[in-house]
């Protein structure tokens, strides 16, 4: 193994706080800036339904002619007001109001004195002062059909060309994850006929014999759960500290997170992106990714999401409000330009927690029925199954084109080394054997370029 000047791996930690170092890593990974201008159409609604946050707050919230005024307290009645001075769009008269969205809008109150607060106070703030007394104040009310984890460690994929092991990790943790429910996967699991029970005879064939198992690709998660189920997420987040400096760091984890997000759903022909939230200095950032093959290339693309008004180029995107600027120069390590969401001002925090919201109810819905429909049409073709996750043996490949309906088959060799002590006989020296287990296994891809990648890559970590 490859390592740093002390001899061990880099963590995705720290990684993410070199710029050279995560261009490397999103080299090998074919990570690819891009603009929401990029995305395919159905994908762009899916931008268009997590953004779009006008009229969603109730105009009777602060109408004094209306019968629900009088139950808003003095303080939120304020707070809302002025929100409505800045950002009127915000509001709708046909926007039925409701005690659950009003007591959300109390606690998004809550974490705006709170901002104010931290930001007033002499003394150093760190992550968790900004998590725990702001953001937790926001995203809490604002999921409530997906399942949030915290600190969940996410598994990275696997290289798309020869990486070293120095800057390999196999594993990250995101400060928050939002998993869809597995009451919303489990006809995918919970009966004998199931995609999950179809898949797992492959375990028996190629791609057992490679190593990898089904099961292990089921979830994003680098600790798999208990129970056979997919699990497949829809959103990521990253908190830092007050420091400008930190919050490129965590654009970069992010990425590193989202592409593995993007990596599963390509595997089990999720149609769906991932989106991306970055936390910090009391403001937010979002960015949009997803994986799809180009001429015959797999690559892993993200975008920015830039303000609305940040020039006419927005208006090619075919997103309403959803701007596309994106510098052609921008480098993989380097943050694009993005919308920042002021939490200090009280439509910009109104509008996040509208967005957390609204990518709840997209990942419990939308999301949730593309992993249904793409988990099952894997299982109707299983021999075409590739897996996405980082595996823990060194390969080689052997590349034929055997394979009846066009398909190009990679044969993949995985090899173990293991040491042994051989038994002493006769006098002579006791010795270590290195033992070379060697196990052939098949995948398949009907894209030529892509197969051939793949093949040079293992083919390469192995002799390397």
Known sequence: MTGTKSGRALSASQIAQSVAKFDNWSTHQACTAACLADLPQHMKDDVQRVFDVKGAIPFAYIDKKSEVYARVLPHLRKFLNTAWTKRPELFSKSAKPCDKMLGHLCSILTAWKQLAALQGSSQRQTEADYAGQVYNFIRTPAVSLSRVRLQCPIALPEPLSQAPESISPRSLIPDAAVFVRSSQLAELSGHKESA?????????????????????????????????????????????????????????????????????????????????????????????????????????????????????????????????????????????????????????????????RNIDR????????????????????????????????????????????????????????????????????QQDAEVVATTYTTVTTRSAALRAKLANAAAASASG
């Open 196 to 356: 999950f029970k179809t898949l797992k005879k492959a375990d028996a064939g190629p791609l057992g014999r490679s190593g990898s198992k089904i099961r292990d690709q089921m979830s994003p998660a680098a600790t798999l759960p208990d129970k056979e189920r997919f699990e497949f997420v829809g959103s990521i987040w990253e908190d830092k500290k007050p420091d400008q400096t930190l919050i490129d760091n965590a654009w970069r984890q992010n990425r590193m997170a989202t592409a593995a997000i993007a990596r599963q759903n390509h595997a089990f022909s999720v149609d769906s992106p991932v989106f991306g939230l970055v936390w910090g200095e009391g403001s937010v950032r979002a960015h949009v990714d997803w994986a799809s093959e180009d001429n015959g290339e797999l690559h892993v693309y993200s975008a920015p999401y830039v303000a609305p008004d940040a020039g006419d180029e927005r208006r090619e995107s075919g997103l309403s409000g959803v701007s596309t600027v994106l510098s052609a120069a921008s480098s993989a390590a380097e943050p694009p330009p993005f919308h920042v969401w002021d939490l200090s001002s009280e439509p910009a925090i109104i509008e996040v927690y509208l967005i957390v």
């Open 362 to 429: 997209w990942t419990h819905y939308q999301h949730s029925q593309r992993v249904v429909k793409g988990v099952n049409a894997v299982a109707t073709n299983v021999a075409n199954f590739v897996p996405w996750k980082k595996r823990p043996n060194r390969k080689e490949a052997v590349v034929t084109n055997s394979a009846p309906s066009g398909e190009n088959i990679v044969n993949v060799l995985e090899v173990r080394v293991e040491t042994k002590k051989k038994t002493k006989t006769k006098g002579k020296k």
